[in-house]
């Protein structure tokens, strides 16, 4: 799962395995959360999103669980392939007065090998 | 259709030197945000805008300032430039809030090195 420190925590994973990247977020008042894949040299992309009147949201190949009592969120990849090496990052959407923003997590690289 | 475009896309400063990053979206979205990446740190939030002509601070805005002028573009300045400034910039717009689809679009990234 993701962590304060200088670097990531990695998962490492067989190709066909599942994959289970987990988060803690900080703010019980949060209500919409993401998870962004990054590859390497390039911006964040979108991967699943969940709105906190849900615990569990499925995509293709991908779920997300939300755990508010927790405030605990996970990434579940089935079958993980080699093009699912990436970082992956939960970020948490933040009020202020001035509007909103997401706040990021650190971040856990995943290593699928062949 | 480009999506977020970030010019440059790699940059060298000296210390002291400034520089502007341009971001540019092409989806009318009324929010956009500015980020830099280090290693191990995630994501954290410089500046962000929630329409033309308004600009607000983030968790880091210390040595940078911004500016909205247009609704497409989103300009990141550095006035003078440090080695703790040393990173990799991202942009992303998002549209207004909606009950939908709250999630950015990012660009690809402006890596900067300040020797």
């Known amino acids: 799962g993701e962590s304060v420190g200088l670097h990531l925590p990695t998962l490492s994973v067989q190709e066909g395995d599942n994959s289970i990247i987990n988060c803690a977020y900080s703010?019980?008042?949060?209500?919409?959360f993401i998870w962004y894949k990054q590859e390497s040299g390039k911006g964040p992309q979108f991967i699943i999103d969940i709105r906190s009147n849900m615990d569990k949201r499925q995509g293709q190949r991908v779920t997300v669980l939300l755990n508010k009592t927790v405030k605990h969120l996970s990434l579940q990849i089935a079958a993980t392939q080699p093009g699912d090496s990436a970082v992956y990052f939960c970020?948490?959407?933040?009020?202020?007065?001035?509007?909103?923003?997401?706040?990021f997590g650190k971040g856990t690289s995943l290593l699928v090998t062949p | 259709n480009a999506g977020v475009t970030q010019t440059p896309k790699f940059r060298v400063l000296k210390t002291g030197q400034s520089m502007t990053l341009l971001c540019a979206q092409d989806?009318?979205?009324?929010?956009m945000y500015w980020y830099r990446q280090d290693p191990g740190m995630g994501l954290r939030l410089i500046h962000y805008s929630v329409g033309e002509g308004t600009t607000a601070k983030g968790e880091v805005p210390d040595g940078y300032n911004v500016s909205r002028l247009k609704k497409q573009n989103f300009l990141l300045g550095l006035e003078s430039a440090a080695p703790s400034q040393t990173s990799v910039y991202f942009c992303a717009s998002s549209y207004k809030k909606t009950v939908a689809n709250y999630g950015y679009t990012f660009g690809s990234g402006t890596r900067l090195t300040v020797v």
């Open positions: 970020a948490e959407n933040i009020y202020s007065n001035s509007g909103y923003a997401l706040n």
């Open positions: 703010n019980s008042a949060s209500d919409y």
């Open positions: 989806m009318n979205h009324e929010y």
